[in-house]
């Protein structure tokens, strides 16, 4: 997850100084690091690209090659009555990071560069050309039994001789301005000498990756892998090209180079970056300025980073690799295609809390209404089985008996579900009367908490039982992964606690391959660890609907908070697969898409995080969501897959 709003954190002081830079841009007064680095260049086979008309600048930049800075110990200038800035800069962009006070104002004006705002703390009314915007952000917030929040972050670009003002909201507001070029009167505020009347800019041959004077949530933009664990959301626009990286943990970047310039400020997490052959290490809020063509690598720590790179100007081969993702995300999602509230339960009535399971079937979706206080204590008496029509209107099937979680379409029109609390299995029909009980025992002792549940062609049940029950004494020597055959023999598939939390299951079309998630793992709070982490698993499917070789299929991105508790856990949920093998899974981060070969695709942001998710409408190619007591639905380029018996 990135947390932006640790740029604004107090952290430890400025760094000593590591490298000594003549920084002018007279090109006959060459840098003292200039020598060591071509012998680098050399030495690691790297290829120096040179980008043409590289405007000059009269303004030093603040920032020193390979000098880590901390942006609270920068110095800050009053911009306006309310509103102070911390203020750094490159050689082509200019980065602001301003406080304001309540309700303090940044009066209209109109750009004198091309302008990225994003907010990282609190809200602002934004207004241009008589328009107001609302731009807020949020943190990710802890989920419990009755809600959760996922991160937000609005920003906007707009070009230079826009109109601008800003007005904090009650509470204030942090915001990050890039500017490119440089604006002149914020250097002319803290002194600067030396500042040349002419800005030169360098304009871009590219189109913009977002729309001037729309405002955006940075967590709607797509992942682009860069490389081997480490992903980037990218916007470009002008001469700026922001580039907020994800990194798994002891992910690593080897020695390169680019002709762009690049400013990386830290956002989470632990980097040890090297710049020439000096290695630092860095902290939240630090700043460092790698000039085009100058060596440098960086290797994750154990909490894995979130940073934001600044390029100046675009990184193409960035653009290409963002274009190529897009393409691969717009295969399955369209490209104008956005979640759509359907249901919000906290204001309709049946009342909505918990919403799991959903499954399409002859022309409804169904879904279980589980029930939780905030602290995940269960009552079935205020649960319920609930069925959505097309229209948008819903109402309960079945109240008061059982706390259900998965379903799935079974023979004559009827639903096999989990009845959780129960510790059984039932065959339901439509209209909620129970026909008969499939499991509620193994080895002569009552199952768990059965919770997700699919069939096969032979009309045998798989089901998850993460014993997320009430009881402290569990019935079962641990969590587990069950069969039911076609003649209602029950058997284990796997060890108990091999999976620290066995949640999601799904069979490919051609039933040969099942998968399981693993909903916790790594926790101080959880009592299992296993070794099946955040991934999704895969299996063969043996004649007798036992699995064997068990691999890792996909891996799960994980939040910033959950990587910085050094735990694994995704909260990996329902899932729900496409003809063509693409599976979808919700977790923390949002819907997880993934191709038939376990290749990361995209994500789909709520929100609230979704709890699970499934296919329906008239041609299976609606993806229905559920989140608490929300239902969304997404319109897909691809049919989704249920095995109806």
């Known amino acids: 997850?990135?947390?932006?709003?640790?740029?604004?954190?107090?952290?430890?002081?400025?760094?000593?100084?590591?490298?000594?830079?003549?920084?002018?841009?007279?090109?006959?007064?060459?840098?003292?690091?200039?020598?060591?680095?071509?012998?680098?260049?050399?030495?690691?086979?790297?290829?120096?690209?040179?980008?043409?008309?590289?405007?000059?600048?009269?303004?030093?930049?603040?920032?020193?090659?390979?000098?880590?800075?901390?942006?609270?110990?920068?110095?800050?200038?009053?911009?306006?009555?309310?509103?102070?800035?911390?203020?750094?800069?490159?050689?082509?962009?200019?980065?602001?990071?301003?406080?304001?006070?309540?309700?303090?104002?940044?009066?209209?004006?109109?750009?004198?560069?091309?302008?990225?705002?994003?907010?990282?703390?609190?809200?602002?009314?934004?207004?241009?050309?008589?328009?107001?915007?609302?731009?807020?952000?949020?943190?990710?917030?802890?989920?419990?039994?009755?809600?959760?929040?996922?991160p937000r972050n609005d920003f906007i670009y707009q070009e230079k001789g826009s109109e601008s003002e800003i007005v904090a909201g009650d509470t204030g507001a942090k915001v990050m301005e890039v500017y490119s070029p440089k604006r002149l009167d914020y250097l002319e505020k803290l002194g600067v000498s030396g500042i040349s009347s002419e800005n030169q800019e360098r304009g871009s041959n590219n189109e913009p990756t977002i729309v001037p004077n729309k405002v955006y949530d940075?967590?709607?933009?797509?992942?682009?892998?860069?490389?081997?664990?480490?992903?980037?959301?990218?916007?470009?626009?002008?001469?700026?090209?922001?580039?907020?990286?994800?990194?798994?943990?002891?992910?690593?970047?080897?020695?390169?180079?680019?002709?762009?310039?690049?400013?990386?400020?830290?956002?989470?997490g632990t980097l040890k970056q090297t710049v020439l052959d000096q290695e630092m290490e860095l902290k939240p809020q630090d700043i460092v300025l790698v000039p085009g063509n100058v060596v440098h690598s960086g290797v994750a720590g154990?909490?894995?980073?979130?940073?934001?790179d600044i390029f100046w100007p675009v990184r193409e081969d960035y653009l290409a690799k963002q274009q190529a993702s897009l393409e691969r995300y717009h295969e399955i999602i369209p490209k104008d295609a956005k979640p759509e509230l359907v249901i919000d339960g906290s204001k309709t009535e049946p009342t909505l809390t918990f919403s799991e399971g959903p499954k399409w079937m002859e022309g409804k979706l169904y879904f279980s209404n589980m029930y939780f206080d905030q602290n995940w204590n269960a009552d079935p008496k205020k649960s319920s089985i609930v069925a959505l029509d097309p229209d948008g209107t819903y109402q309960n099937i079945t109240e008061g008996k059982m706390q259900a979680n998965g379903l799935y379409p079974y023979k004559n029109g009827h639903l096999l579900v989990c009845d959780m609390i129960g510790h059984r299995v039932v065959e339901m029909t439509a209209s909620g009367q129970v026909?008969?009980?499939?499991?509620?025992t193994y080895n002569g002792k009552p199952i768990d908490g059965p919770n997700d549940i699919i069939t096969d062609t032979k009309g045998g049940i798989y089901f998850t039982d993460p014993q997320f029950t009430m009881e402290a004494e569990k019935f079962q020597p641990g969590r587990a992964v069950y069969y039911i055959s076609p003649e209602k023999e029950v058997t284990r598939l796997v060890e108990p606690n091999e999976f620290a939390m066995?949640?999601?299951?799904l069979l490919t079309p051609d039933g040969k391959t099942l998968y399981i998630n693993n909903c916790y793992d790594d926790e101080s709070w959880y009592p299992v660890d296993s070794s099946k982490d955040n991934f999704v698993w895969a299996y063969d499917v043996n004649e007798d609907g036992t699995i064997s070789n068990g691999r890792k299929f996909a891996e799960l991105r994980l939040t910033g908070n959950v990587l910085d508790r050094k735990g694994r856990s995704s909260s990996a949920d329902g899932m729900a697969i496409d003809t063509m093998g693409n599976i979808y899974v919700a977790t923390y981060f949002g819907v997880q898409i993934f191709d038939s070969k376990g290749s990361f695709v995209g994500i789909i942001n709520l929100p609230s995080f979704p709890v699970s998710l499934g296919f329906g409408d008239e041609d299976m190619k609606t993806l229905y969501m559920v989140s608490y007591d929300k239902v969304y639905k997404i319109r897909t380029n691809r049919k989704g897959y249920v095995n109806y018996l």
């Open 218 to 268: 940075l967590f709607d933009i797509q992942f682009t892998q860069l490389a081997e664990g480490i992903y980037a959301r990218l916007i470009s626009a002008g001469g700026m090209q922001l580039s907020f990286v994800s990194a798994n943990p002891n992910t690593q970047s080897k020695a390169h180079i680019h002709p762009e310039e690049q400013i990386t400020i830290l956002l989470r």
């Open 302 to 308: 154990e909490l894995g980073f979130d940073a934001l």
């Open 502 to 505: 066995p949640n999601g299951i």
């Open 1 to 150: 997850m990135l947390r932006i709003s640790h740029l604004m954190k107090t952290l430890p002081s400025l760094l000593s100084i590591i490298l000594i830079l003549n920084s002018s841009c007279d090109s006959s007064v060459k840098p003292k690091w200039e020598k060591r680095n071509t012998e680098l260049i050399e030495q690691y086979g790297l290829t120096v690209k040179e980008l043409p008309e590289l405007p000059s600048s009269s303004v030093t930049p603040n920032l020193e090659v390979g000098t880590p800075a901390n942006i609270q110990n920068l110095e800050s200038v009053q911009l306006y009555p309310g509103v102070t800035a911390k203020i750094f800069w490159g050689n082509g962009n200019l980065v602001s990071v301003l406080e304001l006070e309540p309700n303090s104002t940044i009066p209209k004006e109109n750009l004198p560069a091309d302008r990225f705002l994003i907010v990282t703390e609190g809200s602002i009314d934004f207004i241009s050309d008589g328009n107001k915007h609302k731009m807020m952000a949020r943190e990710r917030e802890e989920p419990d039994g009755t809600h959760s929040g996922t």
């Open 435 to 440: 026909v008969q009980v499939m499991a509620d």
